[in-house]
Nanobody, 127 residues
């Protein structure tokens, strides 16, 4: 049974930093791309970032580019999302997702490219 468990969410001040982590089990983690999505209150879930199976390629949405960093550890089966300069617009429930292919690409940001999802971890950016 594939399980994705997110952690690390919480309250952060504007301009602050936060590191989210996703632990994966029951999955051939190193063979697939991984991604983070988020859902703000009253809005649809949106793509945030993805990373290829080796970690050599990553892709970010325009709204987080330059402020977020996605990384993975294939030995530990974890994928992290570092929020470096948080803004109130980053508030939301953050989901980890396992891809259906090895690769991360700007054409592969829709939810249909991801087969397994975590339950989410809440991030609130507020002073």
């Amino acid at each position: 049974q594939v399980q994705l468990v997110e952690s690390g969410g919480g309250l952060v001040q504007p301009g602050g930093s936060l590191r989210l982590s996703c632990a994966v089990s029951g999955h051939t983690f190193s063979n697939y791309a991984m991604a983070w999505f988020r859902q703000a209150p009253g809005r649809e879930r949106e793509f945030v970032a993805s990373i290829s199976f080796t970690g050599s390629t990553s892709y970010y949405s325009d709204s987080v580019k330059g402020r977020f960093v996605i990384s993975r550890d294939n030995d530990k089966k974890t994928v992290d999302l570092e929020i470096i300069a948080a803004s109130p617009e980053d508030t939301g429930l953050y989901y980890c997702a396992a891809g259906l292919s090895k690769y991360a690409h700007e054409s592969m940001t829709a939810e249909r490219f991801f087969g397994f999802w975590g339950q989410g971890t809440q991030v609130t950016v507020s002073s």
